[in-house]
């Protein structure tokens, strides 16, 4: 299943840190004050190791530059008491539930989990929950700050202008694309066979023959199979409406749901818990397979379909698209991709689907592919598609013509980094700080940490 139901989480061995500092029960080294919060040894020292975990780069001394980003955070943390900065705290939880999803999934269970961290399951929660909530509180003072920032196309040209030859940025060959695609038939008999293992597994959890965790482990093709189906905590909006609209119905942890079919494939639901706006629960998935002579149907109908636009001139390919595509990323606008990373139709070749990007290598600009089999990420089922090449970008050194959203971003990012350290400069002056012997001597990023005395 796709986002809409699975999330993915933070590392594990970032999660590690959870519990480094426990101030109540040592006595802890404190290396920094930051007005009246201390910022301890063991803090710098469990961020390291993560940061190392992580492959994560430290520019400089991590003794120097790891304390010096806690105490920011500190710093944007006071300010948002100020400005009395509040969180959504249904999505804290969300992202909570999914955090806690991710470790019962990598680790195995929940008690797995509580031995891991040598905390309870509770506990781990909590310290998720304030973790996301500074972090959103920290992000919500960040944008504060550089709202009012405007750019013109003038003010981008003078940036650009300005640039140090060796900074402009080398852009790498892109490529704009359409695509159509068709779902092949399935067979009818392949869809009553699929139903009619669901309603067994259904039968043997009623009748107590079996566990529906254990059925989904064996036999769910979803990919949260493997810890028993279980989902996690969703609210309504974050689960498919075919999947809501049942899940959210179930009363009873001890009933099966009936047979409900997503465009994912075909499902039956446990309820496992509810809370709140939130539901917990357990499913299996059976996906019915594509025919190698339904492949081929639509193959032969994708080439008639191209014939008609390449050779008769009868339609033209956004024609094509609105008539015959089933990819409803794509329908409503003449089967134009658009890059998820960067919100545009630019893609370099390895941020394409590897089945459109070996097609695309082969056309020239207002060519259309052969019909070729790929694989939809979603869905995990086989499709057929066309692929036309709208535009092809050669790799370059970026100018304003060509790349002027690159530019514009690259501006933007610079203008919002000047104004936050403009007021992080403020702040680090009037503020109490205090940095204590062992841990002075150090090239900040900011000045001001060390007052002079």
């Known amino acids: 299943m796709n986002k809409k139901i699975i999330f993915a989480g933070l590392s594990l061995s970032l999660a590690a840190a959870l519990f480094a500092v426990s101030p109540g029960n040592v006595i802890e080294e404190v290396a920094w004050m930051v007005g009246d919060e201390p910022i301890y040894k063991s803090e710098i020292e469990q961020a390291y190791q993560d940061m190392q975990n992580e492959r994560m780069p430290i520019p400089g001394d991590p003794y120097c530059y790891i304390p010096e980003q806690i105490a920011i955070d500190r710093l944007f943390l006071h300010q948002a008491d100020i400005d009395t900065v509040e969180v959504q705290e249904s999505m804290v939880q969300m992202q909570v539930d999914a955090q806690m999803n991710f470790l019962v999934t990598n680790l195995g269970s929940r008690e797995k989990v509580e031995q891991y961290f040598r905390k309870s399951y509770a506990d781990i929660r909590e310290y998720y929950a304030s973790n996301m909530r500074n972090r959103t509180r920290v992000q919500q003072v960040r944008s504060n700050l550089t709202k009012n920032l405007k750019v013109t196309p003038g003010d981008v040209r003078r940036y650009f202008t300005g640039l140090p030859q060796d900074s402009i940025p080398y852009i790498p060959l892109q490529v704009e694309v359409q695509l159509l695609t068709l779902n092949p038939a399935i067979p009818q008999q392949e869809i009553d066979d699929v139903k009619a293992r669901l309603r067994d597994y259904a039968d043997r959890v009623t009748n107590g023959e079996s566990d529906f965790s254990t059925l989904a482990i064996l036999y769910s093709e979803a990919p949260e199979g493997v810890r028993g189906g279980e989902i996690g905590f969703m609210g309504r909006g974050q689960l498919v409406p075919e999947y809501a609209a049942v899940a959210f119905n179930l009363n009873d942890p001890k009933k099966v749901s009936k047979i ?56 033209t390919f956004e024609e094509a698209v609105r008539f015959v595509s089933q990819d409803k990323d794509t329908r409503m606008s003449n089967g134009v991709m658009v890059n998820s990373e960067t919100g545009t139709t630019r893609f370099e070749m390895s941020q394409l689907p590897q089945e459109i990007s070996k097609e695309v290598a082969l056309l020239q600009p207002g060519e259309i592919s052969k019909p070729f089999i790929m694989r939809d990420p979603k869905r995990d089922r086989e499709i057929v598609a066309l692929v036309r090449l709208t535009d092809r970008i050669d790799a370059h050194t970026a100018n304003l013509s060509d790349d002027y959203q690159t530019i514009k971003d690259m501006y933007e990012n610079a203008q919002r980094q000047a104004i936050v350290d403009e007021w992080l400069e403020k702040k680090i002056r009037d503020t109490y700080v205090r940095v204590e012997d062992g841990w002075r001597g150090c090239e900040f990023i900011h000045d001001g940490w060390i007052k002079a005395k």
């Open 260 to 315: 409900v079919e997503t465009e994912y494939g075909f499902h039956i639901i446990q309820l496992i818990e509810k809370r709140g706006d939130r539901i917990n629960t357990r499913h299996i998935l059976l996906r019915p397979k594509v025919a190698e002579k339904d492949l081929i149907e639509a193959i032969t109908r994708l080439d008639s379909v191209r014939a008609d636009i390449v050779d008769n001139k009868k339609i």
